[in-house]
């Protein structure tokens, strides 16, 4: 879908001057489209960065959660984790833990 600026900054609790430079940076990158009205949609490449970053954060998340850390504090590292962990590290930590719920 579409969201504004605005809605950005609401959702995430920024300000409005924040999320402007943070979208000038993504627009300037191709990552994401803004249009006539202030709409803004991602691009192919911003897509599939965006993909890769939820898959990161949904299965470090799963993994924290399932060692037992309280959900809020496992969403809040894997955010951490998420942006700084090596691909090669990730790959590995998804194939351990996919195996690991096989068993």
């Given at each position: ?34 249009d ?13 960065i ?54």
């Open positions: 879908g579409h969201v504004r600026s605005i809605d950005i900054a609401h959702e995430m609790d920024f300000s409005k001057p924040s999320v402007s430079t943070a979208m000038k940076k993504l627009r300037e990158n191709g990552y994401i489209h803004v006539d009205m202030g709409l803004i949609t991602l691009t192919e490449s911003g897509r599939s965006a993909e890769n970053i939820y898959e990161r954060h949904t299965l470090l998340s799963q993994v924290l959660i399932d060692l037992g850390v309280p959900q809020e504090i496992a969403k809040e590292d894997a955010c951490r984790l998420e942006h700084h962990l090596n691909p090669i590290s990730f790959q590995k930590i998804k194939e351990y833990y996919l195996k690991q719920k096989q068993q």
